[in-house]
């Protein structure tokens, strides 16, 4: 999930601007990392949930545990940015991800469901450095003009990872065996046993991999010398919390970044299950609609948003794409079949814009404030947290997946309001 950087200015000096490629080549290569564990998450939900015969709201804690750390971790990680420069901040980030990873081979050999939840908290905490340092440092490696074509550059790879991550965790983490209640219940508690061993098993070698390129990273990180960047400062005031909240319109995209990040995690981490009680299709070929069909939706999105926002303004874009989200959520809650499955993937193209489209008008004039503006926005992620395991609960007593696809629906018009009425810069 990338975020767009402050209008703030690079203060690199001319001599500094030579030889940039590599960092640059090293810090786009963060947004692909961070982006490909993302989008395994959607693949571990359905996995855990099987090797741990967990409920639908059980499960859902995998995605609690991760955004819980984004809204611990913001203001730590700013801290320690602003502190210690942009270089520790991402060396921190990459030790966290590298050890949240290995962490998942004593998890699986434990079978400790909450040791599983413990490692992608350590992620998703390095995550948090990461993506508070790469994007900015990212957009102020290089010549101010060029900063906006840099930024999007870098996303591209975080868009690739929302393809590739579910096509690979799909083929190397899911079995494909899925053994009902009754064939369970024939078993031998040893056979039984043997089976939920080898379910659990099969992430220790992804997340092995993973966890031993990131270290890889780290260290190469470590031995690059990295040109420090300082932000020149907007203006001479000072900001503070009370005085970012005067801004009604921030408080709005607050709350409709919390609103979206709920509704991207709902979609995506129970789209596997979706599509095989709807569909009836297995979860191999689930995954790889996941990653073929809303994947390659979500990167087409972002593209077509671009284009379509040089005609249409960015709050407009935003409402009508809202508005046509409520209604494939209504059709994914009643239909059936592959219409479900296609009706999400028509989610994630509409989806695409909405996460960079309402961080940037909710910054708009905000002047000092902008950096805690913005930090508020970050922190708003936690809704990734808390509205799955809602959407779970609906799930679970309604013994039916798609009835819980009404919290993505009820989202998506709080982000309709957003872009009709609250991105008004207006101070409260």
């Known amino acids: 999930m990338a975020l767009p950087s402050s209008s703030s200015s690079s203060s690199l000096k001319p001599e500094q601007m030579k030889g940039l490629l590599f960092p640059f080549i090293l810090v786009t290569s963060l947004f692909f990392f961070w982006g490909f564990v993302h989008n395994l998450d959607p693949i571990l939900i359905p996995h855990l949930r099987k ?31 602003r502190k210690y420069g942009y270089k520790s901040g991402i060396l921190l980030g990459l030790l966290l991800f590298g050890l949240g990873c290995l962490l998942f081979i004593p998890a699986a050999n434990t079978r400790a469901y909450a040791l599983f939840l413990g490692a992608l908290f350590i992620i998703a905490s390095g995550l948090t450095f990461l993506e508070t340092a790469a994007n900015p440092y990212a957009a102020l490696l290089g010549p101010k003009e060029s900063s906006t074509q840099r930024l999007n550059l870098a996303q591209s790879f975080n868009g690739l990872a929302v393809v590739l991550a579910p096509i690979i965790g799909g083929k190397f983490i899911l079995s494909g065996t899925n053994l009902t209640d009754a064939q369970k219940a024939a078993m031998t508690p040893q056979a039984l046993d043997a089976y939920l061993a080898g379910e659990a098993a099969t992430v220790k070698g992804p997340y092995l991999i993973l966890g031993l390129i990131i270290l890889v990273v780290a260290l190469i990180f470590a031995f690059t010398k990295l040109p420090e960047i300082k932000e020149e400062a907007e203006d001479g005031r000072e900001s503070s919390f009370a005085h970012a909240f005067r801004h009604k319109h921030l408080i709005w995209a607050v709350v409709a970044q919390f609103f979206y990040v709920g509704a991207q995690v709902c979609v995506t981490s129970f789209f596997i299950n979706i599509a095989m009680k709807a569909a009836h299709i297995d979860e191999k070929v689930a995954s790889e609609y996941l990653g073929y069909g809303y994947g390659i939706a979500f990167v087409a999105g972002r593209f077509a948003g671009t284009f379509f926002m040089k005609y249409i303004s960015p709050n407009k874009l935003l409402a009508i794409y809202a508005v046509i989200n409520i209604v494939l959520s209504a059709v994914a809650i009643v239909s059936s079949g592959m219409i479900t499955v296609y009706a999400l993937i028509g989610v994630g193209f509409f989806m695409s814009i909405m996460f960079p489209t309402i961080f940037s008008l909710g910054i708009q004039g905000l002047g000092a404030d902008t950096k805690i503006g913005s930090s508020l926005i970050i ?22 997946i798609q009835n819980g696809y009404i919290i993505p629906l009820v989202c998506f018009i709080v982000i309709l309001f957003f872009g009709w009425k609250g991105y008004r810069p207006a101070k409260a």
């Open 379 to 400: 922190m708003s992620i936690v809704g990734g947290a808390l509205l799955p395991p809602i959407m779970a609960q609906i799930s679970d007593i309604t013994h039916n």
């Open 51 to 81: 090797a741990f015969t967990l409920s639908f709201l059980q499960s859902s804690l995998v995605d609690s545990a991760v955004f819980i750390a984004y809204f611990a971790m913001a203001l730590p990680a700013g801290f320690v940015m």
